[in-house]
């Protein structure tokens, strides 16, 4: 009920090409979904975040998808860059009884690669 | 955005001994902050949850007596690792909670410190 299940492990894009990395939950009543980016041996970076009231979220070159009957959601990284070779997670976590935020979620991650 | 700073961004001690890692939200105030560990090509894993003002919750299996956190203000809060072994040598991260908004509803956004790199040896 808790996991957050993160595909695919790796991908390796051609400089230009869209990323795609997906995201599915089981527990319905997690309402928010980040995604961070990492570089090695740095904190995770808020990238990009949606709410389940709305299927789809762009900033810049990065789209969240949101899928809520299917409980799965996307992140796409359009004309994808060599800069932008980091490692990716999705996460989720819902409000808390007390009105705040419970802790978030993680799924395992996904390494991109983007090729020159 | 958000600034989190964590200080030191390294650190090498012996092993027996303590040591302790700062977390500070630079330019907003965070009544929440969590620590985590993360070993290497794996995710995070969430050693403790940290409210200003009260006592830290504790994820399982993780030793509230070794993993020492204070959260004195809400602007810092540190996590002490007491008689460090070389075990305890990892990458250590916190977040803080700044809360935003986006229309109505309230997102209560969590921020990555820089992490620190602890070697015991």
């Known amino acids: 009920q808790q996991q957050v299940k993160q595909s695919p492990q790796s991908l390796i894009v051609q400089k230009g090409g869209i990323s795609i990395i997906n995201c599915a939950y089981e527990?319905?009543?997690?309402?928010?979904f980040p995604w961070y980016q990492q570089f090695p041996g740095k904190g995770p970076a808020l990238l990009i975040a949606?709410?389940?009231?709305?299927s789809e979220k762009k900033e810049g070159r990065f789209t969240i998808s949101f899928n809520k009957s299917a409980k799965q959601f996307s992140l796409h990284i359009m004309d994808s860059q060599p800069g932008d070779s980091a490692t990716y997670f999705c996460a989720a976590s819902r409000r808390s009884i007390q009105g705040g935020s419970e802790k978030l979620v993680f799924g395992k991650g996904t390494k991109l690669t983007v090729n020159p | 955005g958000a600034v989190v700073s964590q200080h030191p961004s390294w650190v090498i001690c012996k092993s027996g001994t303590s040591v302790k890692i700062e977390c500070r939200s630079l330019?907003?105030?965070?009544?929440?902050m969590f620590w985590y560990r993360q070993f290497p090509k794996q995710s995070l894993m969430l050693m403790a949850t940290s409210n200003e003002g009260s006592k830290a919750t504790y994820e399982q299996g993780v030793e509230k007596d070794k993993f020492l956190i204070n959260h004195a203000s809400l602007t810092l809060s540190t996590l002490t690792v007491t008689s460090a072994h070389p075990e305890d040598s990892s990458f250590y991260i916190c977040?803080?909670?700044?809360?935003?908004?986006?229309?109505?509803?309230?997102?209560?956004?969590?921020?990555f410190g820089p992490g620190t790199r602890l070697t015991v040896t």
């Open positions: 527990n319905t009543a997690f309402d928010y």
């Open positions: 977040s803080a909670t700044k809360i935003a908004t986006s229309g109505s509803s309230l997102l209560f956004e969590q921020y």
């Open positions: 949606i709410r389940p009231d709305v």
């Open positions: 330019d907003f105030q965070a009544t929440t």
